[in-house]
């Protein structure tokens, strides 16, 4: 098992930035994908960066690509967002998931582990 906590939510103006971190404890971390997940009110959980376990591939929702970058540090544990340019529409309560497999899944049910969530509010 893998436990996740996130960090560096907030409230940020419009085309500010906000780095979310995911600190992992528990199983070898580099066996996991991982990916950052979120979810806003009324809506459907929906994937944002995704990663795989060795750090050489991901994935972006096509809103966030450009503004958004995932990394990872195998050595320390932790995964990264960068968020650039934030938008009003980028407000939700973001997760951070992971899945003992090689590359990455884009769908949330597919993720075994989550952490609690940070919310990130982009005032306009």
């Known amino acids: 098992q893998v436990q996740l906590v996130e960090s560096g939510g907030g409230l940020v103006q419009e085309g500010g930035s906000l780095r979310l971190s995911c600190a992992a404890t528990?199983?070898?971390?580099?066996?996991?994908?991982m990916g950052w997940f979120r979810q806003a009110p009324g809506k459907e959980r929906e994937s944002v960066a995704l990663?795989?376990?060795?750090?050489?591939?991901?994935y972006y929702k096509d809103s966030v690509q450009g503004r958004f970058t995932i990394s990872r540090d195998n050595a320390k544990n932790t995964v990264s967002l960068q968020m650039n340019s934030l938008k009003p529409e980028d407000t939700a309560v973001y997760y951070c998931?992971?899945?003992?497999?090689?590359?990455?899944?884009?769908?949330?049910?597919?993720?075994?582990?989550w952490g609690q969530g940070t919310q990130v509010t982009v005032s306009s």
């Open positions: 998931a992971a899945q003992p497999t090689s590359s990455y899944y884009r769908t949330a049910n597919e993720y075994a582990y």
């Open positions: 990663i795989s376990r060795s750090g050489s591939s991901t």
């Open positions: 528990g199983r070898t971390f580099s066996v996991y994908a």
